[in-house]
């Protein structure tokens, strides 16, 4: 079965540091997303990107945050310079246009701890 | 501020009973809704989508949508410990947008 594929698994990095969290979505896919779960909390949206652009964004996706699409495979998530806050599981997920695949595949996960 | 409801639970089980699971979502409007199963420390994975009103079966999974009341619900019958997870509850609410906006999830324990 087709997966997302995200890495690293687990980064440690120190407050105001860059970090680069990397997916792979499913090949047929054409939409694309970040969400993220604090520890306890909700999974809320970030960023939604099709055709090579952001489609929507939440409040929480602000100016320290991007996304790019380098090649015809990998998707990014850059966070400029981490907060404590930051500290989270970062999740990929993709999906394609039809109707029924708006419950999209999400990939495994990236824990990111701020220190 | 388009909100999804669920008790956090835990909801305890015994082994085979059926369990039921519970969902209410702020947006008459709203399209498309979804259960997905978390384990701990894992990613989301999606076990059911529910577009109708009524009932929709998939082997030991049964969603049921009552738009008027703004409800959804999962029933998993002949419960078994694997399924001991968090059900999240995530909705979708249309005009134009692709975001799922999740409820806090269900703790589901199932006791053998």
């Known amino acids: 079965e087709p997966e997302v594929t995200q890495t690293p698994s687990h980064q440690v990095t120190q407050m105001g540091q860059e970090v680069i969290l990397r997916c792979v979505p499913i090949?047929?896919?054409?939409?694309f997303y970040w969400y993220r779960q604090i520890l306890g909390q909700k999974v809320e949206f970030l960023v939604s990107?099709?055709?090579?652009?952001?489609?929507?964004k939440s409040e929480i996706f602000d100016d320290q945050f991007s996304v790019e699409r380098p090649d015809g495979s990998n998707f990014t998530l850059k966070i400029r310079s981490t907060k404590l806050e930051d500290s989270a599981m970062y999740f990929c997920?993709?999906?394609?246009?039809?109707?029924?695949?708006?419950?999209?595949?999400f990939g495994s996960g990236t824990r990111l701890t701020v220190v | 501020q388009k909100e999804v409801e669920q008790n956090s639970g835990p909801l305890s089980v015994p082994e085979g009973a059926i369990a039921s699971l519970n969902c209410t979502y702020s947006?008459?409007?709203?399209?498309?809704f979804f259960w997905y199963r978390q384990y701990s420390g894992k990613s989301p994975e999606l076990i059911m989508s529910?577009?109708?009103?009524g009932d929709k079966e998939d082997g030991r999974f049964t969603a049921q949508l009552n738009k008027a009341s703004q409800y959804v619900s999962l029933l998993i019958r002949d419960s078994q410990p694997s399924d001991s997870a968090t059900y999240l509850c995530?909705?979708?609410f249309g005009a134009g947008s692709y975001q799922l906006t999740f409820g806090k999830g269900t703790k589901l324990s199932v006791i053998p």
């Open positions: 997920a993709s999906s394609t246009r039809d109707r029924v695949s708006y419950g999209y595949t």
């Open positions: 090949s047929n896919h054409l939409y």
């Open positions: 990107f099709y055709n090579n652009e952001i489609s929507e």
């Open positions: 947006d008459r409007v709203s399209q498309s």
């Open positions: 529910i577009y109708s009103n």
């Open positions: 995530a909705v979708n």
